[in-house]
Every structure is written in C-alpha cells, then in structure tokens.
C-alpha cells in the first residue's frame, strides 16, 4: 500500500462518517482560506514515515483533526470535543479493520482556535503501518540479443 493509497483510505472513510462535512488536506491552517467550509471538518497533516529495508512495512505519521464551530456562548466546546474524540478514534479503529496497523498508544489532545471561525476541536498523532506495495528492488535493464548498453542506468545520467 502506497502513501497515496493510505491517504485514499483514510478520506474515503472520513468522508462517510456523518458528522463531517468537510475535509482539508495537509494543512488544517487552510481553514482559515475556506470562508464557504461546512463544519464538521476533518483534517490531516503529515509527519515523518520510516521503514528498513528488513521490514515489509511502512509506517505512515499523520495527526488527525476533528474540528467544529463554536457557538456565540461557548457552550457546546465540550460535547465538540467528546464527539471530535469518538469521530477520531472510530476512524482509527475502521482503518485497523481495513488491515492497516495502528500502533498503540494514541491519545487525544483538545483544542480551541481560531480559524475564520471560533472553533473547538480534537487532533491526535498516530502512527500507521501497512504493507509495502512492493518488497523487492525494481530494476529496469533492457537486456536484449544485441547487447548494446544493456548495462546503462536507462537514461538516467550518472555524476
């Protein structure tokens, strides 16, 4: 599984819990460039991934945001929180139903912000491991009968 593929499967999921409404890629700080953005919002940030070449894993860092309007009062922080936290670790949980390893323990951390929006949410850093799309070393050599530069890098250049 791809980094691409994993990103695929953790919106396609994300996108089909009914509390959210929106999600924002890679940057939760581009909210505050979305006027028009419909709360709920689910977002995702990168960190650094890591395998060895004596594993047929990958493990892919994100951290996961839940986040949501405030109202005038304030007083529905709390309950954004509480359902920011099952949102999160329900999509956690399906991911590892899906096959994908997440690695124990994950903890949440609350939040308010203000983004266009006074906001309140939840994010949580989790690791995930999946398999490697390919374990092998590719190569690419050309060997054919006539044997002319079948043992060039392709077109690569060397330096």
Known sequence: MTLSDTIRTIETLAAATPSVSS???????????LPDAEY??????????????????VTFNFTFFYIDRLTAD??????????????????????VEQGIIAENPYTF?????????????????????VPLSEICAETYADFNDDFNEDFNIGNAKVY
């Open 109 to 129: 951390t609350t939040f308010n912000q203000r983004f266009l929006d006074e906001c309140a949410g939840v994010f949580t850093q989790v690791a995930l491991q």
């Open 40 to 57: 709920a919002v689910f977002g995702w940030t990168q960190g650094q991934h890591s395998t060895s070449v004596a594993s047929s894993l």
């Open 74 to 95: 304030k007083r529905n922080q709390v309950e954004i929180q509480s359902v920011g936290i099952q949102v999160l670790d329900n999509l956690i949980r399906t991911l």
């Open 23 to 33: 999600i924002v890629r890679n940057d939760i700080f581009r909210l505050n460039t």
